[in-house]
C-alpha cells in the first residue's frame, strides 16, 4: 500500500492541530477536497420536508413556490402521528385536528406544483390493510398520481409496548413481532393494488430509545424481529432522528453502517435492496436560526453522502414553543421551517405568515450545492470548518463550507485530489447568520475564501480536464477473510487499467493496480471496517472520476488457539451489560491471559467490569484474569458499557495478542 507523500503530511497537520496543546497562530483551516473518494450519488428523493393535514397553509401555491424554489423534491404526508389516525376516505382524524383544504388531492396538487413527489403514511395504527391497498388504488390506477414510496405507519415503537405511549395502534398485540405480521400484510395487500409501489416498514435509530431494548415478551429487540419478519416483503426501512448540534453528525456514518448491519444480518435473502429513508428530522437548539441552519446542511448532506434516498424535515409549519436569543436572532423553538405567525402567551409573535427560517436557507443552499444525478465526494477538514463536495457530470465540482465558529471568521485554503479547477473565479453562494436570503456573487479564488462566522458557502468551480474515462460502476465484494478482500467490478471501454483505493478520512491510500477487474487486498487487520473506490485510465493517461464506494468488514480469523463470544445480555439504549465468554481452542493450558479489543468508535467505554480487571485507554480494552484456562475449558467475564452514538460490537478480540474466532450477538 501506498500514499502520496503531499497527502500524508496533510493528514499529519490536519491530526496535529487537533492535538492538545497544539494551536495555530491564525483562525484558519485547510480543506482537502478528495474527487478520487466518490462516496454516494445523489437521488431525486434526497431533499424532503414534512406536511401535516393540520397546517391550513398545506397545498397553498405560496408554500408549494417556497418549497419548490428550495430545491424540496420529496414532501411527506399526512404528517407524522397523524399517519396512524388519518383516514384518507373521509379525511378525517379521530382525536386530532384536520384544517380545511388539507385533503389528499389538494396536498398532490401542490406536490405537482414543486415539482416534487409525495411519501404516504399509510395508517396502521386505526387503520387496515384493505384501507390502505383502496389508498394505493384510488392514487395511482384511478387517479394515475403514482406515488411510489409508502410507510407502514409512523413511529409504531411508542404504541405503549415498551412503556411510552404516544402512538395511536388499535392492534391487541403491539410487539414489534405483531407490527412485523400486519406490515406484510399490508405489503401484500398494497402491491395488489399496484406492483409498482415501494413499501417502508419502521426501525428505531441505533442508539436512539428503544433501540436494541428487548420488551416484556419478545425474543428480540424491535428492529431484529421486525427486519427478520417483513424484511423479504418491504422495500425500505424508515428511520427518525432528533440529534443534539451539528456535532452529532459525525455520527451518520456508523450510524448507517449499524443500520446496514442489521439489515444484512436478519432482513434475508436480497437484503441489499433496502433503501434507508430518514423521514423526519431536527435539531434540539436554535431551531430557526443559524445553528439549525448549519446543523440541517451538515445533516443532510451526511446522510445522502453515506446513501440514504430520503431525508424530510420535520416540518414545513409547526408553532412556536418558546422565545430566545440564539447567535443574536430570535429563535422560537419552531420546528417549522417556515413562520406560522403564531404568538407565544408572553405576547412574543413570530415574523409574518410563510417567514422562511433559517433552516430553509440551509435546504435551498443544499440544492445549489449538489443536485440529483451528482455524486458526493469527500472533503474535510480539521477545525471548526465543515466540508463537503460534490461533482456534476459536466465535470463541474461544488464544495460546501460551514463555518460553526460563531464568532470569528476563517480564511481557509482549499487542496484538491483527484481534480485541478481552472483558474476562473468560482460561483459563491453565501448565507450568513441572521441573514434573510442566499447571496451569490462570481470572485475570488477555488483555493482559498473567508467564511464569515456561522456561515454556510458553496463554491461551484469549472475544470480544466477535457476528456476522460468513463467511471466504473459499483465494486462489489467477491470474498472476505480476516486478512484478505478481493472485489470486482464492470469493465469500463477504453479502460487499459484500474486503481484502488481506500478512503482513509478525506485522502485516500491506493491499495493497487490492475489491468483487470478484479482485485485482492491483502494485509487487511482482522475484523476491521474499510472503504474503497475504482478509478479508471486509458492509454492517453486520463484518469476517471470515482466509482460509488464500497464498504466491507474483514472477519476473525477462521481458526485461532482461542475463541471468544460477546453477548448482549441488557441494553437500555445508552448502555449495556456485555458478557464475554473466553474459550482455550489449544493444546496447553494458560496460566495468565489478557483480553483486549477495540471499540470502533470513541463514543464507547466500559464503565466496570468483574471476574477480571478492565481497563480502557482510548478505545482499547484489556482485560487481565488470573484463572488457569485449561484446553477445551471456557471463563466467563462480564461488564456494563456505555454508548453515546451507534454500539458498534468490537470486530475481533485477541488473546495473549492471538487473534481469536469471535462471535457478538
Same mark, same amino acid.
Given at each position: 500500500? @501506498?500514499?502520496?507523500r503531499?497527502?500524508?503530511?496533510?493528514?499529519?497537520t490536519l491530526?496535529?492541530?487537533?492535538l492538545p496543546g497544539?494551536?495555530?497562530?491564525?483562525p484558519?483551516? #485547510?480543506?482537502?477536497?478528495?474527487?478520487r473518494?466518490?462516496?454516494?450519488?445523489?437521488?431525486?428523493?434526497?431533499?424532503?420536508?414534512?406536511?401535516a393535514?393540520?397546517?391550513?397553509?398545506?397545498?397553498? =401555491?405560496?408554500?408549494?413556490d417556497?418549497?419548490?424554489?428550495?430545491?424540496?423534491?420529496m414532501?411527506r404526508?399526512?404528517?407524522?402521528s397523524?399517519g396512524?389516525?388519518?383516514h384518507?376516505?373521509?379525511?378525517t382524524?379521530?382525536?386530532?385536528?384536520?384544517?380545511?383544504?388539507t385533503?389528499?388531492?389538494?396536498f398532490?396538487?401542490?406536490?405537482? *406544483?414543486a415539482?416534487?413527489q409525495p411519501?404516504i403514511?399509510?395508517n396502521?395504527?386505526?387503520?387496515?390493510p384493505q384501507e390502505?391497498a383502496d389508498?394505493v388504488h384510488?392514487a395511482n390506477v384511478?387517479?394515475?398520481?403514482g406515488?411510489?414510496?409508502?410507510? +407502514?405507519g409512523?413511529?409504531l415503537y411508542g404504541n405503549?409496548?415498551?412503556?411510552?405511549?404516544w402512538e395511536?395502534?388499535?392492534?391487541?398485540?403491539?410487539?414489534?413481532?405483531?407490527?412485523a405480521?400486519?406490515?406484510v400484510?399490508?405489503?401484500?395487500?398494497?402491491?395488489?393494488?399496484d406492483p409498482t409501489i415501494?413499501?417502508?416498514?419502521v426501525?428505531?435509530? %441505533?442508539?436512539?430509545? /428503544?433501540d436494541a431494548i428487548?420488551?416484556t415478551g419478545?425474543?428480540a429487540?424491535?428492529n431484529q424481529?421486525v427486519l427478520? +419478519?417483513a424484511?423479504?416483503y418491504?422495500d425500505f426501512? +424508515?428511520?427518525?432522528w432528533?440529534?443534539?448540534?451539528?456535532?452529532?453528525?459525525e455520527?451518520?456514518?456508523?450510524?448507517?453502517y449499524?443500520?446496514r448491519q442489521?439489515i444484512s444480518?436478519?432482513a434475508?435473502p436480497?437484503?441489499g435492496?433496502l433503501?434507508i429513508a430518514?423521514?423526519?428530522?431536527n435539531a434540539?437548539?436554535?431551531r430557526n436560526?443559524?445553528?439549525?441552519a448549519?446543523?440541517?446542511a451538515?445533516?443532510?448532506t451526511?446522510?445522502?453522502?453515506?446513501?440514504?434516498? =430520503?431525508?424530510d424535515?420535520?416540518?414545513?409549519?409547526?408553532?412556536?414553543?418558546?422565545a430566545s436569543?440564539v447567535?443574536?436572532?430570535?429563535?422560537y423553538d419552531d420546528?417549522g421551517l417556515?413562520?406560522?405567525?403564531?404568538c407565544l402567551?408572553?405576547g412574543v409573535c413570530? /415574523?409574518?405568515l410563510n417567514?422562511?427560517f433559517?433552516?430553509?436557507?440551509?435546504?435551498r443552499m443544499?440544492?445549489l450545492f449538489? @443536485? /440529483?444525478?451528482?455524486q458526493?465526494?469527500r472533503a474535510g477538514?480539521a477545525s471548526?470548518?465543515?466540508?463537503?463536495?460534490a @461533482?456534476?457530470?459536466n465535470?463541474?465540482?461544488?464544495?460546501l463550507l460551514?463555518?460553526t465558529?460563531p464568532? =470569528?471568521?476563517?480564511?481557509?485554503?482549499?487542496?484538491?485530489?483527484?481534480? #485541478?479547477?481552472?483558474?476562473d473565479?468560482?460561483?459563491?453562494h453565501t448565507?450568513t447568520?441572521g441573514?434573510?436570503s442566499?447571496?451569490?456573487?462570481v470572485?475570488?479564488?477555488?483555493?482559498s475564501?473567508?467564511?464569515p462566522?456561522y456561515? +454556510?458557502?458553496?463554491?461551484?468551480?469549472?475544470?480544466t480536464a477535457?476528456?476522460? /474515462?468513463?467511471?466504473?460502476g459499483q465494486p462489489?465484494?467477491?470474498?472476505?477473510?480476516d *486478512?484478505?478482500?478481493?472485489?470486482?467490478?464492470p469493465?469500463?471501454p477504453?479502460?487499459?487499467?484500474?486503481?484502488?483505493h481506500?478512503?482513509?478520512?478525506?485522502?485516500?491510500?491506493?491499495?493497487?493496480?490492475t489491468p483487470?477487474?478484479s482485485?485482492?487486498?491483502g494485509?487487511?487487520n482482522?475484523?476491521s471496517?474499510?472503504?474503497?473506490n475504482?478509478?479508471?485510465?486509458?492509454?492517453?493517461?486520463a484518469?476517471?472520476?470515482?466509482?460509488?464506494?464500497?464498504t466491507?468488514?474483514?472477519?476473525a480469523?477462521?481458526?485461532?488457539?482461542?475463541?471468544? *463470544?460477546l453477548s448482549?445480555?441488557n441494553?437500555?439504549?445508552?448502555g449495556f451489560?456485555?458478557s464475554v465468554?473466553?474459550t482455550?481452542?489449544g493444546?496447553?493450558?494458560?496460566?495468565?491471559?489478557?483480553?483486549a479489543?477495540d471499540?470502533?468508535?470513541?463514543r464507547?467505554?466500559v464503565?466496570?467490569?468483574?471476574?477480571?480487571?478492565?481497563?480502557?485507554?482510548?478505545?482499547?480494552?484489556t482485560? #487481565?484474569g488470573?484463572?488457569r484456562i485449561?484446553?477445551?475449558?471456557?471463563?466467563?467475564v462480564?461488564?456494563?458499557?456505555?454508548?453515546?452514538g %451507534?454500539?458498534?460490537?468490537?470486530?475481533?478480540?485477541t488473546l495473549?495478542?492471538?487473534p481469536?474466532?469471535?462471535?457478538?450477538?
Open positions: 500500500m @501506498r500514499m502520496q503531499r497527502r500524508l503530511l496533510l493528514v499529519i491530526v496535529a492541530a487537533c497544539v494551536a495555530s497562530a491564525e484558519d483551516a #485547510t480543506v482537502l477536497v478528495n474527487a473518494a466518490g462516496l454516494a450519488t445523489v437521488p431525486d428523493t434526497g431533499l424532503g420536508v414534512n406536511h393535514v393540520w397546517d391550513s397553509q398545506l397545498g397553498t =401555491n405560496a408554500v408549494s417556497l418549497l419548490g424554489d428550495a430545491g424540496v423534491r414532501m404526508y399526512p404528517g407524522g397523524y396512524d389516525i388519518y384518507w376516505k373521509d379525511h382524524a379521530p382525536g386530532g385536528y384536520v384544517a380545511p383544504n385533503d389528499f388531492d389538494t398532490m396538487a401542490g406536490v405537482r *406544483r415539482q416534487a411519501i403514511i399509510a396502521y395504527g386505526t387503520g387496515t390502505a389508498w384510488s384511478v387517479k394515475g398520481y406515488v411510489k414510496y409508502w410507510e +407502514i409512523n413511529e405503549g409496548h415498551y412503556g411510552a405511549d395511536a395502534d388499535n392492534h391487541p398485540d403491539k410487539s414489534p413481532a405483531g407490527y405480521r400486519e406490515t400484510e399490508y405489503a401484500k395487500a398494497m402491491k395488489a393494488a415501494k413499501v417502508g416498514a426501525l428505531t435509530t %441505533p442508539a436512539n430509545w /428503544p428487548v420488551g419478545d425474543a429487540n424491535w424481529t427478520s +419478519i424484511g423479504p418491504v426501512v +424508515i428511520v427518525h432528533y440529534p443534539e448540534s451539528v456535532a452529532s453528525a455520527q451518520v456514518p456508523d450510524l448507517m449499524l443500520l442489521q444480518r436478519f434475508g436480497d437484503s435492496r433503501g430518514v423521514t423526519e428530522l434540539t437548539y436554535g436560526t443559524q445553528p439549525g448549519l446543523f440541517a451538515e445533516a443532510y451526511s446522510l445522502l453522502e453515506n446513501g440514504v434516498f =430520503n431525508v424535515w420535520w416540518n414545513v409549519h409547526n408553532g412556536p414553543g418558546k436569543t447567535a443574536g436572532q430570535p429563535d420546528f417556515l413562520s406560522s405567525a403564531g402567551s408572553d413570530e /415574523p409574518p417567514t422562511p433559517a433552516p430553509y436557507h440551509a435546504l443544499l440544492s449538489a @443536485r /440529483p444525478g451528482d458526493l465526494v477538514s471548526t470548518v465543515r466540508a463537503h463536495a @461533482r456534476r457530470p465535470g463541474d465540482l461544488a464544495v460551514l463555518n465558529d464568532d =470569528n471568521a476563517r480564511t481557509v485554503t482549499i487542496d484538491y485530489a483527484g481534480y #485541478t479547477p481552472s483558474a473565479a468560482p460561483t459563491v448565507f447568520n441573514a434573510s442566499i447571496t451569490t456573487s470572485d475570488g479564488s477555488a483555493r475564501r473567508t467564511l462566522p456561515s +454556510i458557502t458553496t463554491l461551484v468551480l469549472h475544470s477535457a476528456n476522460h /474515462p468513463a467511471a466504473p462489489v465484494l467477491d470474498a472476505v477473510t *486478512r484478505t478482500a478481493t472485489i470486482t467490478w469493465a469500463v477504453g479502460a487499459v487499467k484500474y486503481e484502488v481506500r478512503q482513509f478520512g478525506a485522502v485516500s491510500e491506493q491499495w493497487g493496480e483487470g477487474t482485485f485482492t487486498a494485509n487487511l482482522p475484523g471496517r474499510y472503504t474503497v475504482v478509478l479508471a485510465r486509458d492509454a492517453a493517461g484518469v476517471s472520476w470515482s466509482s460509488p464506494p464500497l466491507l468488514t474483514t472477519g480469523p477462521a481458526s485461532s488457539t482461542c475463541a471468544v *463470544r448482549d445480555v441494553d437500555w439504549s445508552s451489560v456485555g465468554d473466553v482455550n481452542t493444546t496447553q493450558p494458560l496460566e495468565g491471559w489478557t483480553l479489543f471499540w470502533p468508535t470513541n464507547q467505554k464503565n466496570s467490569g468483574w471476574n477480571g480487571t478492565w481497563t480502557q485507554n482510548g478505545t482499547t480494552v482485560v #487481565t488470573s484463572p485449561e484446553p477445551n475449558a471456557t471463563v466467563s462480564g461488564f456494563v458499557g456505555g454508548y453515546t %451507534p454500539n458498534i460490537p468490537p470486530g475481533v478480540f495473549n495478542g492471538t481469536c474466532r469471535t462471535q457478538t450477538g
